[in-house]
């Protein structure tokens, strides 16, 4: 079915574009592709000096609206005005360098017309590029937003949303807020007012390189800063140096974790899981299990460059038995040879 103009569409694919002429020709194609057929490609362009509206205009599909703007705002509020413009019963989120499969659309359609509770769903996403790797989620609601202190329950650049409940609560991203992490907001405001949703194969190809918004700046301080936010969101105190400590639960291979700093990690670990139980923010069993799942994860890194902080995780954790003190031992003389 293609859209004609009395008929709303299915869904609308919501497209922000700034300067990424090189890659949206690509992009839009993949879009077009689609063996779901009821959508319109809504792109929103933000004042691009690149040529790229020029190169969608040209591939003449009556499928394509675009919306243009005299000056560059950010992406924040070129988002907000494609989802004000949308004209879908869904909305489908594809960034202007990433790529779709064939059947996106059509799996994440039939995804929320059967889940009536779920009010965004997104997928698995693979990256390619400069990187290759592939980003996992969960399935299960309450598993996804137990992931809510550390990164997004849904992928934004995988997501599909049902526009009435974006509508019915006033979901919009923060004009404002022009660091990276927007999306992850913008994510976890929708969270606090319906369900999430994953499908389990990666559904979204997303480009890496320089067009990426993270590519070269120092992490540590965006990180802080949408941390802070995150735990505001969630009414959750937290100190400048706990959110410090916190980014190692995201990312961590940041730095490297002395023994004392391992400690006071397991400390905040500890307080984040006690304040669970007794607030009751997240599910509790899907919150431990995650917490714990990313402050085991580390054991690896620190066991390869530090022995005193190895033991000290080894004692928080209550792990000190023979093999794992082998272990590190055995790491500390490989390094040392």
Known sequence: MVL???????????MTLYNKGAFVEETVRSILASGFRDFELLVVDDASTDGGPEKVRALGDDRIRILSATRN???AAAANRGFDDAR???????????????????????YLDQHPQVGVVGSRLKAFGTDAKEFITHSDSASAKAVGLFGMPVLYPTAMFRRSVLDAHGHRCDPDWLLPGMDM??????GLTTEYGN??????????GEQNMRHGRDPIP????????????FGIPASDEQLALHVHLQEPFVERLTADRVARLWAWVQELVNMERTRAVFSQKAFEKEIMMRWDRLYQPIAEHDLLSAITFLK?????????????????????S
């Open 199 to 208: 499908i389990q194969e990666p559904l979204t190809f997303y480009r890496t």
């Open 316 to 336: 928080c954790s209550g792990r000190m038995s023979f093999s794992n003190l082998w272990f590190v031992v055995k790491r500390a003389l490989r390094r040392i």
């Open 73 to 75: 705002t950010g992406r």
């Open 4 to 14: 004609t103009s009395g008929s709303p569409p299915k869904v609308t694919v919501l």
């Open 185 to 190: 907001l913008f994510m976890l405001r929708v």
């Open 222 to 233: 965006d990180y802080l800063a949408l941390d802070r936010a995150v735990f505001a969101l």
């Open 88 to 110: 879908g019963e869904y909305i489908a989120v594809v960034d202007a360098d990433d790529l779709v499969a064939p059947d996106r659309f059509a799996k994440q359609v039939e």
